[in-house]
């Protein structure tokens, strides 16, 4: 099921870098601000801890360099996002003092369930698991799929913003954000996890994070559906939306 994993991280990897040069290139947000400060957060985080169990694990290397590579595409989305001051009565100052805040407060969750989860200080408690990066792997199934579903909900509420706001959003945002959760999903959800592998058929292994998976496609369904209805509605490329002619502001 690796090759699932990987064909999802694609996914993933293809929005990241789309919204990166859409946002940097016409200054409209593709990414709501929270689903962004939630992902930068969880994917610096998971990069550290998975760096950590990879140097007692090296099936680990592959979901390490998968969060460092998503961490560097949103780290450059942030960047542009603190470009972009939707709300022009307040100083670029508070902008970006809003947007670190949103991160660290996120990342300050994290590492609260993190605590919860792996119970890090507790080494007798984690080497009687049957795998020692077990508990890590749940913290990052459960904040994943949790944040996910955050996500999907954000995108809905972007599609109900006014004409000027909501127009960056799209059918191909969609479908990428839906396939790469669906091939998440699959692999983690319907495969228990063995040695930093997912090797054997199990409906029953994360119940959480198949609920949550289920949950996030009918949302993400939905997404696609509206923007589609919207798109259609006042005749715009349904698939992407990309302006022939654009400024900085």
Not at 3 to 16: C, D, E, K, T
Not at 226 to 244: A, E, S
């Amino acid at each position: 099921m690796i090759y699932l994993a990987l064909i999802g991280n694609v996914f993933w990897v293809l929005l990241y870098l789309y919204a990166a040069i859409y946002q940097y290139r016409f200054r409209k947000i593709v990414i709501p601000y929270w689903a962004l400060f939630m992902n930068l957060a969880w994917e610096i985080f998971t990069c550290i801890v998975s760096c950590k169990d990879a140097t007692n694990n090296s099936t680990i290397i592959p979901y390490a360099i998968s969060a460092g590579i998503w961490a560097i595409l949103d780290i450059f989305i942030f960047y542009t996002h603190l470009l972009i001051k939707e709300n022009k009565q307040e100083t670029m100052k508070v902008h970006i003092l809003k947007c670190v805040g949103g991160v660290a407060l996120c990342f300050i969750v994290m590492f609260v369930l993190y605590v919860q989860i792996v119970d890090p200080w507790n080494t007798d408690a984690i080497s009687t698991t049957k795998d020692v990066n077990f508990a890590s792997f749940q913290w990052q199934a459960y904040t994943a799929f949790g944040d996910n579903v955050i996500m999907s909900l954000l995108f809905l509420c972007a599609i109900s913003r006014n004409e000027q706001k909501w127009q960056s959003q799209s059918l191909g945002i969609g479908l990428l954000k839906l396939l790469g959760t669906l091939c998440s999903t699959i692999t983690m959800g319907l495969f228990s996890f063995n040695g930093g592998k997912f090797d054997k058929f199990d409906i029953n292994a994360f119940p959480f994070v198949l609920g949550c998976g289920c949950v996030i496609l009918v949302l993400d369904v939905i997404y696609c559906w509206l923007i589609c209805k919207k798109r259609l509605k006042q005749k715009l490329n349904v698939w992407i939306d990309w302006p022939k002619k654009y400024k900085h502001k």
